[in-house]
């Protein structure tokens, strides 16, 4: 009898039986969840880790014939492009104070123009 797996973790033993992939994919699709009294579901942390989503992805929800698919969209909160973007012309000048200034630089080289044509 054969006892190198004893103690061992049992990933290796699947993996070296050449059917974790296979295991996996199976225990995954026979997982089961329950909605809870609002109507909502926790999807185990393996399952979120599989996916790399966390606290607020955005996930599609669609229904394919009879069956529950959740698509995810934006990974986690940190992948929305409009938060990512928000902020990020801090600190420099108003678009106001820039059209004010150019419009005095105008002014100046009206003068000027005006001052040597005559």
């Given at each position: 009898?054969?006892?190198?797996?004893?103690?061992?973790?049992?990933?290796d033993f699947l993996k070296e039986e050449k059917?974790?992939?296979?295991?996996?994919?199976?225990?995954?699709?026979?997982?089961?969840v329950k909605?809870?009294?609002k109507n909502q579901i926790?999807?185990?942390?393996?399952?979120?880790e599989r996916l790399n989503i966390s606290a607020g992805a955005l996930l599609r929800l669609?229904?394919?014939?009879?069956v529950l698919v959740l698509i995810p969209l934006l990974h986690s909160k940190e992948d929305d492009p409009i938060k990512k973007g928000y902020g990020f012309l801090k600190g420099g000048s108003s678009m106001?104070?820039?059209?004010?200034?150019?419009?005095?630089?105008?002014?100046?080289r009206d003068k000027r123009l005006a001052g040597n044509s005559t």
């Open positions: 009898m054969n006892k190198k797996h004893i103690g061992s973790d049992f990933d059917i974790l992939k296979k295991a996996r994919t199976t225990a995954i699709k026979r997982l089961s909605l809870n009294a926790t999807l185990p942390r393996h399952i979120r669609d229904v394919q014939d009879g106001a104070d820039d059209l004010k200034q150019d419009r005095e630089l105008e002014k100046q």
